[in-house]
Every structure is written in structure tokens, then in C-alpha cells.
């Protein structure tokens, strides 16, 4: 049965499947007492033959270029030579003028570049000075392109007033669209994901569209080529106004995107292969300090409505540790004071990822939780004949892997992709200086390298002093749903044993009921818990 037109039961048999595979992780083969596992990903295959045979039925409708493309396979070269796809090189040698890196997409890429229209308008004698939204259905040239074996992301945006038959709208900012498409789906046991409703006017065109909103974004999810695609908008889902864009406002925005969407390039190359959950190497010497809480062990009470933790075993890449040195701590900024036997500057490591705020975070109870995980420096400590100077400003925060940056010059975060035969994930970072970033060019493309500094601990939050000295990581992997929030506390803890070349302890609360103390008084900057991140109100 062709995935466009998955019933409602196959969607359910696959869900409750994958279900049961978790659980027989935990049951039929128990974890180790000390054993961490990375996840599980599955490799779509990618039907390059349908995707030439909509780039044909593009190009055929605009007569003057038609004769230009060279449609019939090459069968004396090499099954995966770009060259057995002519018209697939062609078409990335256009496009590649505006999405640079283009070919590096092992699926098609699909964006609301006409170039089809782009080539005829260049014969015609169209100057070079016209704006590339011409062929972009009117929406701006792409802030953010990245392509790469396990797919590709692009942002684009439209303004207000742009668009013939737009209707007007309260929202006065540009509405930013984004687009990935990927040929590696992580494998999580999400009794949320596959929902959505169809789409009756966009039917004939994407069968198995199914629109939802989900983490702070409307989606449209659908499968072409054999490829999942999911286009997003951020949005509330409440009444318009000026300053925060609606979902209902977004939705014409978004199918006005999906209608004008192309084959834009991309290349045929060898397939990828599933990837089974396994256990990550661990360092073999035991750490006399280092120890942490279980996965989900929040403070109690502090979940939304006092619900708990939830529990997440998985390292979901194994990376650098995001603070450049040790000792470093993951303990909560909202509601430290609540946890009375243990300071921020202490170990054991508390999880933080499900305390309370009014982000839509799926794996926590109630649907809300923190996203991530607040990361805390060690104090400095005091001035010492042989002792390195120390500058509480100056803690650095590096790249956790090789990456490309996605960051514009209004965000407050910067967020790193990997996009690999084996990976599809991102990591965010937050409450670094917004101006540093931009004049250090920490912004959209930039290719950064495991442990380059880019930035240090800050306490940035809508302005300086808006929250506590701490950096905020989280982690997102991409699924049928699009980019979701997963704990990133266990991939935390299994980086932290790799900077520090040790293996930590894992207590339980019965057990950490002491402090252990690594650097000195409870800064002054947590005296109170930051009313601001932990808030539950939509201004948060």
C-alpha cells in the first residue's frame, strides 16, 4: 500500500508496534545497571523514479525550456553517478545559485522555487535585478538552507501585504515558514504523533496531508517519493494580534507554501540503512565526584500540576558537553530553593526537562515541560598562587559536534544541525548574549566544529539580567510529526562522563539526601527562584 494512502488501522498497528518494541527494550532485554543506549532510527527509501517524473510534468509546462532538459537515464555509468539523472544535475546546477549545497540532498528537494519560471523569464531577457520571490510564489529568498545525506531544511518567509488573494491579517511581522524533508525518522514511542486533519482543497495534491499543531506550531505533514516532508509555522493557537501570530492566520500562509512547492534538486545516492538502538561506549574509570539523579527525578511538585519527571534512558547522540570545562551542574533555575538538600553548584545532577512552564513539550505529563535542561558553571574559585584566573562572565560554550547554524538575527537561540547518514537531530542553545552572537556571525550557515567556542554563559533572557548565570540545551529529532522535543538528559550525562574521562553514579533520592558541595555559597543570582522562566502564562 502506497504511504500517501496509509489507513487509519495500518497508522495504529504501526504505532502500537513500535510501542511494544520500547517496552521489550525494558522488558524481555533489561538495561543494564549501568548500560545507556542510543536510539533507534528508521531509512526511508527514496523512489528517485517519481520524483523525475513530477520534475518532467514541471518542466513540460513551460514550453520554451522544455527542450533543455535531458530526461533519458544514462545507463553506462555507475547506478548511483549523478549522471544516470541528467535532468536532476541540471536542475541543481539552476538552483544551486540560491540553495547553496543543494545536491547534497539525498532526497528530492521540494521548496516554492519555480524554476522552471525562473528559466524562462531568463531567456526572455528578464533582468538579473528582479527579486527571486517572483518565482517563490511571492515568499522572501530562503534565510536558511542546509542539505545533507539525510535530507534537507529550509526557512522562507512571506510579508505582510505579500501575496495576491492573501487575506489581510492582525499579525504585523513576517510569517516564517520552514520546510524539512528527510529520509531518517527517529524511532520514538509517541502516543501523540500521527494525528492530524486532512486537508480537502490541497487533497488532489497531497493525499495523506494531515494538518495539526503540535509544540508551539502548525504542521503539515504528508509522504512524497517515499519521503517524509513536514512544513511548519510557529503560532499560538488563540485569538490574533499584532505581535503574536495566530494559527488560524498561519494557515493560509502555510497552504499558499505547500500549493507553490517544486522539485527544486536533490541527488539520488546510495540508500541508508536502519539504525538499531545499541549500547554507548562508557568510560571505564569511575569519577569520585560526579554522580546524578535518575532520568525524570524532577523536584517534586514542580511539574505541571505537580505532575512528575518522565523517565528517558536514551542518549540521543553522543556529543561534546556543551560547557567548554568542568565541574559543571544541571540543577533546575526555576525552582532550586525547592530542592533543600542540594545546592546549584552541587552535584548529584537533577533532571529539569519536565518542570513546569507553558511550552507543549509531549513527554511530559500534562503535555508541558521546561524542553531542556539548565546547565550551571562551578563558581569561581578564589585567587590562588598556580591557580588559572577564573571570569564568572567568561565561562566558554562550545559546539557540541560539527554543525551548521540556525539562527537569525532576532533570535535569542542558536540551534545546531547535524544532518548525516546517521543522524537528523538538532541542539538548541539559549541565554547567550543575542548581540554577541550576531557580531561574532553566529547566524544562519555558518559551519561550526565540535568544541569551537560559540559564546559564553549569559544570563540573556528579552534583555540582559532576565535569568539566572546558566545556559539552557535542549535537543529535537525528527520524526513523521516534524521536529519534536526529547529529553536531553541522559545525552547530557553520557557527555559530561566523556569531558571528564569518568564514569558518574547514579543515586536515588533515597540515597543523595547530602549535598556534595564542589565550589561555594548559593550565588546570589538564584536567592529566588526566576519567576520569568518558570512562569506558566503565555508571555513566558
Request: overall charge neutral; proline content about 8%; aromatic content about 10%.
Amino acid at each position: 500500500m502506497p504511504p500517501e494512502r496509509e489507513t487509519v488501522v495500518g497508522k495504529s498497528f504501526r504505532f502500537v508496534s513500535l510501542l511494544l518494541a520500547s517496552l521489550s527494550l525494558f522488558h524481555a532485554a533489561p538495561l543494564a545497571a549501568d548500560e545507556i543506549r542510543g536510539p533507534s532510527l528508521t531509512a526511508l527509501r527514496v523512489d528517485w523514479r517519481a520524483a523525475l517524473h513530477q520534475l518532467r510534468a514541471e518542466i513540460n509546462s513551460r514550453p520554451q525550456i522544455a527542450g533543455d532538459f535531458i530526461f533519458a537515464p544514462r545507463r553506462s555509468v555507475p547506478r548511483y553517478d549523478p549522471r544516470t539523472m541528467p535532468a536532476l544535475v541540471q536542475l541543481n546546477a539552476v538552483s544551486s545559485q540560491f540553495f547553496t549545497g543543494i545536491a547534497r540532498s539525498a532526497v528530492p528537494v521540494l521548496l516554492p522555487f519555480d524554476a522552471g519560471a525562473y528559466l524562462e523569464a531568463q531567456r526572455g531577457g528578464a533582468p538579473s535585478s528582479l527579486s527571486l520571490s517572483r518565482y517563490q510564489a511571492d515568499f522572501n529568498p530562503a534565510d536558511m538552507f542546509d542539505a545533507g545525506p539525510a535530507g534537507y531544511s529550509a526557512t522562507f518567509s512571506l510579508e505582510p501585504g505579500a501575496g495576491d488573494g492573501m487575506p489581510t491579517r492582525v499579525y504585523t511581522k513576517p510569517v516564517e515558514v520552514q520546510i524539512t524533508g528527510s529520509a531518517l525518522i527517529y524511532d520514538v514511542a509517541d502516543p501523540t504523533g500521527g494525528k492530524g486533519e486532512p486537508i480537502k482543497p490541497l487533497a488532489a495534491l497531497y493525499p495523506d496531508l494531515r494538518r495539526f499543531i503540535r509544540e508551539g506550531y502548525v504542521r503539515y505533514a504528508f509522504t512524497r517519493f517515499g519521503v517524509a516532508y513536514v512544513v511548519s509555522i510557529q503560532c499560538l493557537d488563540s485569538v490574533a494580534k499584532p505581535r503574536r501570530l495566530a494559527c488560524k492566520e498561519a494557515y493560509p500562509v502555510a497552504e499558499r507554501f505547500l500549493k507553490a512547492l517544486r522539485v527544486a534538486g536533490g541527488q539520488r545516492m546510495r540508500p541508508l540503512t536502519d539504525i538499531a538502538s545499541s549500547p554507548i561506549d562508557r568510560p571505564v574509570a569511575r569519577s569520585a565526584e560526579f554522580s546524578y539523579r535518575p532520568s525524570g527525578d524532577i523536584i517534586p511538585n514542580t511539574g505541571y500540576r505537580k505532575q512528575g519527571g518522565h523517565p528517558d534512558v536514551m542518549a540521543y547522540a553522543q556529543i561534546r558537553f556543551p560547557l567548554e570545562k568542568a565541574p559543571a551542574f544541571v540543577r533546575s533555575q526555576s525552582y532550586g530553593k525547592r530542592d533543600k538538600n542540594d545546592g546549584p553548584n552541587a552535584y548529584p545532577w537533577r533532571d529539569n526537562f519536565c518542570e513546569s512552564r507553558s511550552f507543549e513539550v509531549w513527554q511530559c505529563g500534562g503535555g508541558y515541560g521546561h524542553q531542556g535542561e539548565d546547565i550551571r558553571a562551578a563558581d569561581c574559585p578564589p585567587p590562588g598562587e598556580g591557580r588559572e584566573p577564573c571570569d564568572p562572565k567568561q565561562r566558554a560554550v562550545v559546539a557540541v559536534r560539527d554543525a551548521i547554524v540556525i539562527r537569525s538575527t532576532r533570535d535569542q537561540a542558536a540551534t545546531l544541525e547535524i544532518n548525516s547518514r546517521t543522524e537528523h537531530i538538532r541542539f538548541r542553545y539559549m541565554h547567550m548574549n543575542p548581540h554577541v552572537m550576531n557580531a561574532d556571525g553566529l547566524l544562519n550557515g555558518r559551519l561550526v566544529t565540535e568544541g569551537e567556542k560559540i559564546g559564553v554563559v549569559s544570563n540573556y533572557l528579552d534583555h540582559p539580567a532576565g535569568t539566572s548565570m546558566h545556559l539552557h540545551f535542549d535537543v529535537q529529532v525528527f520524526t513523521r510529526d516534524g521536529w519534536i522535543w526529547v529529553s536531553p538528559y541522559v545525552t547530557l550525562v553520557s557527555a559530561y562522563e566523556r569531558l571528564i574521562r569518568a564514569r558518574g553514579r547514579e543515586v536515588g533520592p533515597e540515597i543523595a539526601v547530602t549535598a556534595q558541595p564542589v565550589a561555594h555559597a548559593l550565588p546570589e543570582d538564584v536567592s529566588k527562584p526566576d519567576q520569568r522562566e518558570g512562569s506558566s502564562s503565555e508571555e513566558n
